[in-house]
Nanobody, 116 residues
Framework: QVQLVESGGGLVQAGGSLRLSCAASRRSIFSFDTMGWYRQAPGKQRELVAQISSGGNTDYADSVKGRFTISRDNAKNTVYLQMSSLKPEDTAVYYC?????????WGQGTQVTVSS
């Protein structure tokens, strides 16, 4: 079992920046995995924000391209999401995710609120 612990959420004004962190309790037993960030706004479905493979390949939602950057430190089993030029529509609960083999792990979520 792998536990994911997120940190770094909070309240920020539009145009500001935040960095989210997600630490996994241990390295997955699989050689290849993907870590990512999803978000869910009130009344909306959870959506992919960004993900990064163990090899460093990244993928972003169109709505965050050019503003968010995902990175990972494999030695620390940690993934980061640097968010810049934040908009009110980025307000949501952000969830960390780890996909490894047939396993799919989720963090507890961290609230990000962007005021206009």
């Amino acid at each position: 079992q792998v536990q994911l612990v997120e940190s770094g959420g909070g309240l920020v004004q539009a145009g500001g920046s935040l960095r989210l962190s997600c630490a996994a309790s241990r390295r997955s037993i699989f050689s290849f995995d993907t870590m990512g960030w999803y978000r869910q706004a009130p009344g909306k479905q959870r959506e992919l924000v960004a993900q990064i493979s163990s090899g460093g390949n990244t993928d972003y939602a169109d709505s965050v391209k050019g503003r968010f950057t995902i990175s990972r430190d494999n030695a620390k089993n940690t993934v980061y999401l640097q968010m810049s030029s934040l908009k009110p529509e980025d307000t949501a609960v952000y969830y960390c995710n780890l996909k490894a083999g047939v396993y799919d792990y989720w963090g507890q979520g961290t609230q990000v609120t962007v005021s206009s």
